[in-house]
C-alpha cells in the first residue's frame, strides 16, 4: 500500500496483516509516537535549561558591568578626595599593623594642629591626637581600630616627619615667637 501524497507514516501498515501483526505495528506505531513526544519534551527541557544560562549570563554580564561601572566611580571619587586632601596640605603616612600588614591615614598640616594636639602628642595620648589630625573620619576610624603600639606609632611619626621635614610635637612657630618675647 502506498501512503497518499501529503501523508506521512513512519511505519506503513500494510493490507496483507494479520489481526495480531497490525495491532503489533499498531503498538509499534504508538511508541514510536511516544518516544518522539518524550525526545521533544526532552529536547524542549533542553532548550529551557539554555535559556536559562543564557539569561543567567546575561544578567552575571550585567551584573559585571555594573560592578565595574561602581568601582570605576568608587576609584574616580578617592582620586578626587585624594586631589583634595593634597591641595588642603595633608599628607599620606603608613601606618604599620600587626601581622606585617599596613594601612595609610592622611594628616592634616601641622600648621592646623591645635596647641591641645601637640600636647597630647607629648602626653602620650594618640588617640586625642589622632581624633583631631587626622584628615578624615575614616583615617580616625583606622587609627583607633588599629591601636597602634608605642613602637608603630614612633615608626608613624618618622614617616610623617620624613614626608613633611617637620618634628612632631614642636610648633614651628613657637620657637621664632619664644625668642622675640624673651626678657633680657
Not at 39 to 68: C, G, I, P, S, Y
Not at 81 to 102: F, M, P, S, T
Request: with cysteine; aromatic share 6%.
Amino acid at each position: 500500500m502506498t501512503a497518499p501524497l501529503g501523508s506521512q507514516h513512519t511505519n506503513p501498515v500494510p493490507d496483507s496483516l494479520s489481526p495480531l501483526e497490525e495491532i503489533q505495528a499498531e503498538v509499534d506505531q504508538e511508541l514510536d509516537v511516544q518516544a518522539a513526544n518524550a525526545e521533544l519534551e526532552f529536547l524542549r527541557a533542553q532548550n529551557a535549561k539554555m535559556r536559562a544560562t543564557l539569561v543567567a549570563h546575561e544578567t552575571k554580564a550585567a551584573h559585571d558591568a555594573k560592578l565595574v561601572e561602581v568601582l570605576q566611580e568608587d576609584a574616580a571619587e578617592a582620586a578626587d578626595d585624594e586631589r583634595e586632601l593634597i591641595a588642603a596640605g595633608c599628607v599620606k603616612v603608613q601606618l604599620d599593623l600587626d601581622n606585617d600588614e599596613q594601612t595609610y591615614v592622611w594628616v592634616k598640616p601641622a600648621d592646623q594642629w591645635r596647641s591641645a594636639d601637640t600636647s597630647a602628642l607629648v602626653a602620650g595620648n594618640f588617640t586625642a591626637w589622632a581624633l583631631s589630625c587626622l584628615a578624615t573620619p575614616d583615617d580616625v576610624a583606622e587609627w583607633v581600630e588599629s591601636n597602634p603600639t608605642v613602637v608603630q606609632v614612633n615608626e608613624f611619626f618618622a614617616r610623617w616627619k620624613q614626608a613633611t621635614g617637620q618634628d612632631a610635637g614642636k610648633s614651628p612657630g613657637s620657637r621664632r615667637h619664644s625668642r622675640r618675647t624673651r626678657v633680657r
